[in-house]
């Protein structure tokens, strides 16, 4: 994204521009995962190293910081982020030359963000920046951060060196150290409202951009992403599972999607709760109406105790789906509690 924030973040720029007179050491945003926060920050640390920032609090686009910014070259500007996120992922700071180097680029990209890539940040920030301005360090998702890096960044966030802003994002606040988040002005990036979502997705020619959004509880981006993958077939046949469910047919499905990130199932049965929940207490379907016939059946005639069991169940297992010791067998165990839980 050059030069410009998405329709649903203007106010949340506007308001962030009242922060420059006296810049905070470090700015954590927080929100939900898919409305752009990554994007959000790095527009705002292109504004912060720009040379003839508009009045608006955007960058230039055309001065020589702006140029080395679009370059990814700006001598005062890092980016911390698992290496996974990377185009080519390549670790900073952690591996030496020839055949150790080689075998690193064989390994599976790392999703955390590990303690040398913040130790790396050391030389960046004990020597004067290039042209006497602000040097900013943007990292994201912050709760990516494994246990050693957060320790290593609050120590830099404890004894922050000057003229140096941090700029965090995160999708969950409650996966960070309070001792982090204390050092950190939060600032909160909302949810766009479904008009303004939608609008956009049909702006970016997607088709049936309304199941999309709905989908991915109303973020445009992971919509948009999702949309792009052009395939309903993994969430499909979970859902399946989830309108019939069955212990042979849980067993089927887990075999089935034992490949799949597991940040999606998990996600996907959590919303599925959510929508029996909502149809039992109010009769509204949030993320899966094209399944209402099977909802409000589930509803009726699942006990909200049993309900409420499943539901801090799921939410238990998304907090671990990112590191689970067994793939197939936590998807076992996920879809067999379901099956339980409505039989």
């Not at 900073?92 to 040398?116: M, N």
């Not at 002005?185 to 309304?210: C, I, S, T, Y």
């Not at 709905?214 to 599972?241: H, K, N, V, Y």
């Not at 089935?256 to 990130?261: G, R």
Request: proline share 6%; hydrophobic share 40%; with cysteine.
């Amino acid at each position: 994204m050059s030069n410009s924030i998405y329709p649903w973040q203007e106010s949340s720029w506007q308001q962030l521009q009242t922060l420059r007179q006296r810049m905070p050491h470090a700015i954590l945003f927080h929100g939900a995962a898919g409305i752009g926060k990554a994007d959000f920050i790095e527009q705002f640390a292109q504004g912060l190293l720009c040379e003839d920032v508009r009045p608006d609090g955007h960058a230039c686009g055309a001065c020589a910081s702006c140029g080395w910014f679009s370059q990814q070259n700006h001598p005062d500007y890092r980016r911390i982020r698992p290496e996974a996120m990377e185009d080519e992922p390549a670790a900073e700071g952690e591996e030496g030359e020839g055949e150790v180097k080689k075998a690193a680029k064989s390994k599976t990209p790392s999703k955390e963000i590990k303690i040398e890539q913040i130790r790396s940040l050391a030389d960046f920030m004990n020597i004067s920046t290039h042209r006497q301005g602000l040097r900013v360090v943007v990292l994201y998702p912050a709760e990516a951060l494994n246990m050693p890096a957060s320790n290593a960044l609050l120590k830099t966030l404890e004894e922050p060196p000057p003229g140096t802003v941090f700029l965090l994002a995160s999708n969950s606040l409650d996966r960070l150290l309070p001792t982090i988040l204390s050092r950190c002005r939060k600032f909160a990036l909302p949810m766009p409202n479904h008009a303004e979502a939608l609008a956009w997705l049909k702006a970016q020619g997607v088709a049936d951009a309304d199941s999309w959004l709905r989908e991915q509880g109303g973020a445009p981006l992971a919509a948009l992403e999702q949309a792009e993958s052009g395939s309903r077939e993994d969430l499909e046949t979970l859902l399946q599972l989830l309108a019939h469910p069955s212990v042979e047919g849980a067993l089927k499905v887990a075999d089935k999607l034992q490949k799949v990130p597991l940040g999606g199932p998990s996600s996907w049965l959590q919303r599925w709760l959510y929508d029996v929940f909502s149809y039992k207490l109010a009769g509204n379907i949030r993320y899966y109406p094209r399944y209402q016939k099977e909802l409000a059946s589930l509803a009726d005639k699942i006990h909200v105790s049993r309900l409420l069991a499943a539901i801090k169940g799921a939410n238990e297992r998304r907090a671990t789906a990112d590191h689970p010791l067994s793939p197939k067998l936590f998807l076992e165990e996920m879809l067999l509690e379901y099956a339980n839980c409505c039989s």
